[in-house]
Nanobody, 121 residues
């Protein structure tokens, strides 16, 4: 399975963006996660979703502003980001959860190439 993230860009604080993560192979029955990495910082957990959408989780810094969703028909996972803040500036990555704690980046494989989000103040 190959994952390709897109949808990033340069926006102003308070704006919204929707990131997409398209999978080349079948990802039904898996779980997916979004992480982000700002310059000079560790890769940080952002959001998690199980394939049926019944289980979702969010990082503390984005809770209430971001929504993860899954379109099985399109084999795509989305990350809707609202009320963006300058501290959300980072490269955002999607990845396939293969087991273990969902907040731990080591629990994921098949990382996409990342899409850059820049939020100006």
């Amino acid at each position: 399975v190959q994952l390709q993230a897109c949808g990033g860009g340069l926006v102003q604080a308070g704006d919204s963006l929707r990131l997409s993560c398209a999978a080349s192979g079948r990802i039904r029955s898996y779980a997916m996660g979004w992480f982000r990495q700002a310059p000079g910082k560790e890769r940080e957990f952002v959001a998690y979703i199980y394939w049926d959408g019944d289980v979702t989780a969010y990082g503390d810094s984005v809770k209430g502003r971001l929504t993860i969703s899954w379109d099985n028909a399109k084999n795509t996972v989305y990350l809707q980001m609202n009320n963006l803040k300058p501290e959300d500036t980072a490269v955002y990555y999607c990845a396939l959860h293969v087991g273990g704690a969902y907040r731990n980046k080591r629990s994921y494989n098949n990382w996409g190439q990342g899409t850059k989000v820049t939020v100006s103040s």
